[in-house]
């Protein structure tokens, strides 16, 4: 078991440009979550599955983000015409159900 | 207010004990969390009490709860240099409801 796995650790991007994070969760665990993290506070939820349906959203994902999760193993966020204001570390964590397993996250800064 | 509330910072000398506490509004929450941050790293889970739970010892860290007054504490007895961290206090919801975390610092 090698924990949850996240890609890349940071991204440097210039504002308008699309940017995609790929999360491996805990072989097993059917849940996954994606959250954000701005400097100085918690994470906040940003999405959920189970297995490969996205069954919650957060008011927090505009249309400009998208998440998929297609075999029901790995996930991917994709951010489009980003903005400064998405600079922020994105969190992953997956679950059998219960507890909360948490990647190291990504870094994205956009310049 | 928030949902979880959480001090920001506290000042420890090594050795000694370290006392975080937490409050939250919504006690429909089947788990409580502790998790530790690291600069530039995730979360890790340090440990987790059942809300029909008042305490719970884990080594060196100790939980309690009081449901009545919705407060959670995360006692680190023999505080070392290695705990600096940011300390998360989380309440379940399907996902995950945070504090905006205390920041523990250790003197040696």
């Known amino acids: 078991d090698t924990g949850v796995s996240q890609d890349p650790r940071h991204k440097i991007t210039k504002r308008g440009q699309n940017v995609t994070f790929r999360c491996d969760p805990i072989?097993?665990?059917?849940?996954l979550y994606w959250y954000r993290q701005t400097l100085g506070q918690g994470p906040e939820f940003l999405t959920y599955?189970?297995?490969?349906?996205?069954?919650?959203k957060s008011r927090l994902l505009s249309d400009r983000f998208s998440a998929e999760r297609p075999k029901g193993s790995f996930s991917t966020l994709e951010i489009q015409r980003t903005e400064q204001g998405d600079s922020a570390m994105y969190l992953c964590?997956?679950?059998?159900?219960?507890?909360?397993?948490f990647g190291a996250g990504t870094r994205l800064s956009v310049l | 207010g928030e949902d979880v509330e959480q001090s920001l910072f506290l000042s420890v000398r090594e050795g000694d004990s370290s006392v975080i506490n937490c409050t939250y509004t919504d006690s429909s929450s089947t788990y409580l969390y502790w998790y530790k941050q690291e600069p530039g790293a995730g979360l890790q889970l340090l440990t987790y009490?059942?809300?029909?739970?008042d305490m719970k010892q884990d080594q060196r860290l100790t939980v309690l709860l009081n449901k009545k007054d919705k407060h959670l504490s995360l006692r680190i007895a023999d505080t070392q240099t290695g705990d600096s961290a940011i300390y998360f206090c989380?309440?379940?919801?399907?996902?995950?409801?945070f504090g905006k975390g205390t920041k523990l610092s250790v003197k040696p």
């Open positions: 072989s097993e665990h059917n849940r």
């Open positions: 989380g309440r379940s919801q399907g996902n995950l409801i």
């Open positions: 964590a997956s679950s059998p159900g219960g507890i909360q397993y």
């Open positions: 599955f189970q297995n490969e349906a996205q069954l919650e």
């Open positions: 009490i059942f809300s029909n739970m």
